[in-house]
């Protein structure tokens, strides 16, 4: 009804990147399912702060490992930078005093020639947006979600992670609110 997860899948597909995979706000795993269905070499972690996430993750088991984790607590265990990140339908549900230090963390986690891939719901005049902002404030409980335009998605991800290039913009079906937006790291 919002969001045709397997028309994310292949936008996301369509996009060249490495093989380790961070998601996160992984929720459900419908969208690790995705890319570990298309990507036969990725191998995804899903971090969320919510607990049991991937329960509705459908795929090969041995290339996902779910955690009930933040990004700086993840960034405290110093993994290996990720080819690409992940952050679909998140930083909406942020406060935004809060998503700098977010994405100040996918900034370190992110690897010099890496891939970010956000996908938000942005405020268009679609009822689309209208359905979701009811949705979240109302069915979810989320009082404090607080969504963007898409000047000011684009703005809050490139002033804080560092040397992005822009490299894709979709809207994915079924509403024109869904929107991913693709960087490389570099001069890519």
């Not at 060249?16 to 992984?26: D, I, N």
Request: glycine content about 8%; aromatic content about 6%.
């Amino acid at each position: 009804m919002f969001i045709n997860v397997g028309e994310l899948g292949k936008a996301i597909d369509a996009v060249p990147f490495g093989s380790r995979v961070l998601e996160v706000g992984v929720g459900d795993g419908m969208i690790a399912s995705q890319i570990v269905e298309r990507r036969p070499d990725a191998s995804v972690l899903g971090i969320d702060l919510a607990q049991n996430p991937g329960s509705l993750f459908e795929g090969d088991r041995s290339r996902v490992e779910f955690r009930t984790i933040s990004t700086s607590d993840l960034l405290a265990e110093q993994p290996t930078p990720f080819d690409a990140i992940v952050i679909a339908d998140v930083l909406h549900h942020v406060p935004p005093s809060l998503r700098t230090e977010l994405l100040d963390d996918v900034a370190t986690l992110l690897s010099e020639d890496g891939v970010l891939l956000v996908k938000e719901t942005i405020v268009v005049k679609s009822p689309g947006y209208w359905m979701g902002r009811f949705s979240d404030r109302w069915i979810t409980g989320d009082r404090n979600v607080s969504f963007l335009r898409e000047a000011d998605l684009k703005r809050l991800v490139t002033d804080n992670v560092p040397n992005l290039v822009a490299c894709g913009r979709s809207t994915i079906r079924p509403w024109k609110t869904n929107l991913l937006l693709v960087w490389r790291r570099g001069t890519h």
